[in-house]
């Protein structure tokens, strides 16, 4: 059965056990699910409001461009274990001969490669829905501002956890100028991510203490 396919008790569960996966990065790609979809939930909930029309047009932006964030982040929590189990079958691989040790560490590194892409999808989708989110700071139903807020924090939370589990994966890569391509790209997202994120917490703060 998929992650994603469980009942919210059993996939806790399964993340509480003592199996390696689901790990930091399917929790990540949820946690970003469902910060898109906090988002455009606020969205939707401010979309047909008498006090709120001159923000519909935009609302309905938020709703088309986030749904597909959600659903792309939601099949990243499968994606990210698929990819820790492709590593873990590599390195059980024999390693007798030459031949042998060749071709488990050349498995070893191909999925070390794809343990690396996944969270960095993980990571710039999270930011592309992040994006999304912050036009909302330009009117949206304010009784969903506690909303808007963790949406914020789970996207914010979902593109650093998606970064360490690049940063882990990139410090077994032999292709070192591959690996410094992904530090700088992803140091960018990071920094990025925390900006908007804070730019939208901070407004969230001001409206529930006004």
């Known amino acids: 059965m998929k992650l994603i396919e469980m009942t919210v008790d059993k996939y806790v569960d399964t993340v509480a056990s003592d199996a390696p996966a ?20 606020v969205a939707a909930l401010t979309v047909g409001k008498k006090k709120y029309l001159d923000y519909a047009e935009t609302c309905n932006q938020v709703i088309e461009t986030g ?4 659903q792309s982040l939601k099949e990243q929590v499968d994606r990210d274990t698929d990819a820790f189990d492709m590593v873990s079958a590599a390195f059980k691989l024999p390693k007798e001969t030459d031949e042998q040790k060749a071709a488990r560490s050349a498995a070893i590194q191909a999925g070390t490669l794809v ?26 139903n304010t009784n969903c501002a506690s909303d808007l807020g963790v949406a914020a924090l789970q996207l ?21 100028e591959k690996a410094a ?14 900006g908007i994120a804070f730019d939208i917490y901070s407004e969230v703060e001001r409206i529930v203490n006004a």
């Open 22 to 41: 689901p790990g930091g990065g399917s929790v990540s790609a949820l946690a970003g699910a469902q910060g898109a979809g906090l988002a455009t939930m």
């Open 67 to 70: 749904m597909p964030y959600v």
């Open 115 to 140: 343990s690396t892409q996944v969270p960095f999808e993980t990571m710039t989708m999270a930011l592309e829905a992040l994006r999304n989110a912050q036009k909302l700071l330009g009117g949206f």
């Open 156 to 176: 914010n939370a979902a593109v650093k956890g998606a970064w360490l589990n690049v940063l882990i994966n990139i410090g077994g890569m032999k292709d070192k």
């Open 181 to 194: 391509e992904y530090r700088e790209k992803g140091q960018a997202i990071v920094d990025e991510a925390e």
